[in-house]
């Protein structure tokens, strides 16, 4: 931990007033009993009883997980102390979060595609549970079902409604669609981001440094490392954008 720049801090703040607003309409949406009609939403859950829903749905799941992960941050940077890397994984989750909720619900595509790429989704979502409930080797007590009986009841949906094959899901792809700064750009932070989440060392060319003494290593040096409040700003910038982004393309789907 280090002290934060005190005109850094600020901005970063003032960048975060917005998610109070942000989550007012996340939790207006979220809280809905039934999709308007007229709405996409509505349409998409005409067109199936299992999986209609769902788009719209798992992208509120995702806008709720963006914001309470920006609320968070905001909470760290507000006691006045400024990590040297956690903060950018909060910043990272959030970001996924938004890039997801805006493939899901994506205005431009259509329908069929929409349905495919949340079945994709919790397929697997579906596939991930199944795993943990062989190692636990969980047996749900009717009328629930466990991971492996959704994914035959998810498949045979995807065949009866002649959606396209399931396949993965690359969040790099999504960042370089779906992020405030689509392209090269929305690669870059995903991979900077990404190096601080997974501790790579590479991430520490990222880091405001102080040499301390010598290191063990020939010619190497102990060097004391703080973040960089410049990149932390530009990373609370971008997912605050993003997730801006994200609300607005879930209300858009909702709007009758």
Same mark, same amino acid.
């Given at each position: ?5 005190? &005109?850094?801090? =600020? ?19 979220? /809280? ?15 067109? @199936?009883?299992?999986?209609? $829903? ?11 997980? /963006? ?17 040297? @890397? ?7 989750? @959030?970001?996924? /979060?938004?890039?997801? $909720? ?13 349905? &495919? ?28 079902? %466990? ?20 396949? =993965? ?13 689509? %392209?090269?750009? %929305? ?11 997974? /501790? ?18 020939? =010619? %190497? ?36």
């Amino acid at each position: 931990m280090a002290t934060q720049d005190a &005109a850094i801090t =600020g901005q970063m703040l003032a960048t975060l007033a917005v998610v109070d607003v942000l989550r007012e309409r996340c939790e207006a949406f979220n /809280s809905l009993s039934e999709f308007a009609p007229g709405s996409r939403a509505r349409a998409d859950l005409a067109m @199936s009883t299992l999986l209609g $829903a769902e788009p719209a749905r798992a992208a509120m799941v995702q806008v709720a997980n /963006s914001l309470d992960h920006l609320i968070t941050w905001r909470h760290v940077i507000a006691n006045g102390l400024q990590p040297s @890397s956690a903060h950018m994984t909060l910043l990272r989750a @959030s970001m996924e /979060s938004s890039v997801v $909720a805006r493939w899901l619900v994506d205005p431009t595509v259509q329908p069929e595609e929409q349905l &495919a790429r949340a079945a994709s989704w919790l397929r697997e979502d579906y596939r991930q549970r199944r795993r943990v409930e062989e190692i636990l080797k969980a047996k749900p007590v009717p009328p629930a079902k %466990g991971a492996a009986d959704r994914i035959a009841d998810l498949d045979a949906e995807v065949t009866a409604l002649g959606l396209r094959a399931l396949t =993965g899901i690359n969040l790099t792809d999504l960042f370089r669609q779906y992020s405030n700064r689509p %392209g090269d750009q %929305g690669e870059t932070n995903y991979s900077i981001a990404s190096s601080f989440a997974h /501790s790579r060392p590479w991430a520490s060319l990222l880091l405001a440094t102080t040499p301390v003494g010598p290191g063990v290593a020939p =010619g %190497g040096q102990v060097m004391k490392a703080s973040a960089d409040d410049t990149l932390a700003l530009a990373f609370t910038v971008h997912a605050v954008r993003t997730a801006t982004l994200a609300v607005e393309d879930v209300e858009r789907i909702l709007e009758s």
